[in-house]
């Protein structure tokens, strides 16, 4: 149980275009989603917090229009980076917390590899 | 605010040996602890976590950890190590008061030798 996905799992992009991902939590209802950036061989920084129906909670230095969140259902959350830059180029995480319960431990998706060109 | 510090960045062992992977964190109150396996090009798996209770904490894979009050440590160890077991791992705390989002360390990574 406690299944959180990804889509897509890697994706190349043109430097100017926008990109969606998703992060799907397949068995359970997930109250919390969280976006994390990781750039390699470092650790994980969260970016922003989501709940379902209201405005994601951005960490400081985290450009809110740039990195776009949106938690429409207990079960989905999207990523979109607007107007993507090759700095924007990382792997991205999301992770999901257990609605109703088990909330100290988060769930984690398998990452988007974001290659922007 | 809490910290994470894994003083380790990489470390190498051999198939059959044992491992001992360094955490420290620094929280005012008692935390929340939890090592993760991260695999090259995935997400996070939860190895273990300490609430509370018992400080020796048994996890999957044959992992374990111990917490330490006293030293602010949360080390994780494993008597025999697999070469399925290189990957990066990463100690984060969160906090017992608040939100419970974690912080996580820089992460350790382990390479295994034949």
């Known amino acids: 149980g406690a299944v959180v996905s990804q889509h897509p799992s890697r994706v190349i992009c043109k430097s100017g275009t926008s990109v969606k991902i998703e992060c799907r939590s397949l068995?359970?209802?997930?109250?919390?989603m969280f976006w994390y950036r990781q750039f390699p061989k470092k650790s994980l920084m969260l970016m922003a917090t989501s709940n379902e129906g209201s405005k994601a909670t951005y960490e400081q230095g985290v450009e809110k229009d740039k990195f776009l969140i949106n938690h429409a259902s207990l079960t989905l959350s999207t990523l979109t980076v607007t107007s993507a830059h090759p700095e924007d180029s990382s792997f991205y995480i999301c992770?999901?917390?257990?609605?109703?319960?088990?909330?100290?431990?988060?769930?984690f998706g398998p990452g988007t590899r974001l290659l922007v060109l | 605010a809490q910290s994470v510090t894994q003083p380790d960045i990489h470390i190498t062992v051999s198939e059959g040996a044992s491992l001992e992977l360094r955490c420290n964190y620094s929280?005012?109150?008692?935390?929340?602890l939890f090592w993760y396996v991260q695999s090259p090009g995935q997400g996070l798996q939860l190895l273990l976590k300490y609430f509370s209770g018992d400080t020796l904490v048994q996890g999957i894979k044959g992992f374990e950890a111990e917490f330490k009050r006293s030293q602010s440590s949360f080390n994780l160890r494993k008597p025999s190590v697999h070469w399925s077991d290189a990957a990066e791992y990463f100690c984060?705390?969160?906090?017992?008061?608040?939100?419970?989002?974690?912080?996580f360390g820089r992460g350790t990574s382990l390479i295994v030798h034949p």
């Open positions: 929280y005012g109150a008692t935390p929340y």
């Open positions: 992770s999901a917390d257990l609605a109703g319960g088990g909330k100290e431990t988060q769930y």
């Open positions: 068995d359970f209802q997930a109250t919390t």
């Open positions: 984060a705390v969160a906090s017992s008061g608040g939100s419970y989002i974690p912080t």
